[in-house]
């Protein structure tokens, strides 16, 4: 009986384990289909290929197949992300997003938001593109996919650095870094380098930019960058860093050391300026005044502005004050609604925070009523147990007893037939010495018949 308890105890512990499963949602992943495999695996370094193998495949059922469905409409998208290939619309990734969120596949999660933030913000919706990249944030730390936790986290440096989230933007930049060295990928880290060191600069930390800039360079050197435009542009952001430190020589050496068609006047025209040579500094800055770019613009005539202070270029002064005045009011436009988006990102970012920890809360909560239940029926169950033991303990004891008494009985019964056969036999004999004594009893009469005749 004891053996039926535990069985039952058994059967329950399997159940509740089976229950705890099924609550948190857990799904095993179907086999992939060859080409879907394929393509995966040859994804990060020919994506063309990747994904002419999917647009030749067979598009896997949506009712039918619907775990591979989800698997090659996140593969195309990503394999278009890849090549920059414009897309218009978050249809497609959509479908893979809404299959694998309600799952416990984290490594997907985090490519399917990771994606959905990219294409939301090559569609200008930002505050979209954050949530979905803090998402994937979340979910790319329960992994070991490197490669997709630096894209999420270098995606997320990019938004916090161009809207100024100094502190924000280091965090994220050196986990990036911490996924590329992870990866063992020297490309991604050197972007990554290259991120870290714009932030160290919001922070005003201008020796640690430095260095980090110069680790990104010599990396670029190692990728036989050293001619490439990525290279280029480090350099001058180096030599704006030396500007801004003070080291005004350092930074015009730098910055004249480029070729001339990667050279930034401005930056030469300020040190220029600075070091008070006039003629260079006017040279110099004239040359970036044919640029589109309204903020480079302003920081132009803002400088002739400083020059026009000198005697040589008064007379233009009235000219760059009013081409200042002008730049600085249509800056000031642009940047009051940046700052409106940013000020409502930073309350969006801290409000789904928030919510992540509310649905973390709500999760424990209902992990641990699931488990006081669990533990309550398991006791219920004990107690139950119990009770049932002890009462067929008893009725076992009433058995025993009866059973003894049984073959009390029976040992009684047996000898009552001994002692009965005993009589029968003593009976038996009785009966012969009877017989005996009637035989004698007729001769007895013969003779007194005899006598009398």
Known sequence: MRKI?????????????????????????????????HAESVMFDHPDSALHILEAMPMPSARRDKENHA???????????????KTSSDSLVRIAYNYYKPTDNARRKAMSALYMGDINYELGNIEEAMQYYLEGKTEVEKTDDYKTGYLIMFSLGKLYLFRNFADYA?????????????????????????????????????????????????????????????????????????????????????????PVEYQSSLLIGSNYLMLNQYDSAYFYLNKDLNTDNVYTKKSIYKALYQLGDTPEYRKYLKSYCDSLLFYTDSVMSLDKGKEIIAYKEKYDHQKLITEQQRLKLEKADAQ??????????????????????????????????????LQDFMLQLHEYETRLMQNNRYMEELQEQIAGQEVNSEDIESYREQIDS
Request: overall charge positive; aromatic content about 10%.
């Open 5 to 37: 308890t535990h069985y039952i105890l058994y059967i329950l512990i399997a159940f509740t384990a089976f229950l705890n499963i099924q609550c948190s949602g857990n799904r095993k992943e179907k086999t992939l289909l060859p080409e879907l495999a």
């Open 71 to 85: 698997l090659w409409c996140l593969l195309v998208t990503q394999a278009k992300v890849k090549q920059l290939m």
């Open 170 to 258: 280091l965090e994220v930049c050196t986990a990036a870094y911490d996924y590329a060295v992870k990866d063992s990928n020297k490309r991604y880290q050197m972007t990554a380098l290259r991120y870290l060191a714009r932030s160290y600069c919001l922070t005003n930390e201008l020796t640690k930019a430095i260095d980090t800039y110069n680790k990104c360079a010599s990396l670029a050197l190692e990728l036989g960058l050293g001619t490439d435009r990525y290279y280029y542009k480090v350099q001058t952001e180096i030599a704006l860093v030396y500007s801004n430190s003070g080291n005004l020589e350092k930074s015009l050496v730098l910055s004249k050391s480029l």
């Open 368 to 405: 641990r009523m699931l488990f006081i239940i669990t533990i309550c029926l398991i006791v219920v169950i004990a107690v139950v147990a119990y009770f049932y033991q002890k009462r067929l303990v008893r009725k076992e004891t009433t058995i025993r007893k009866q059973s003894e008494q």
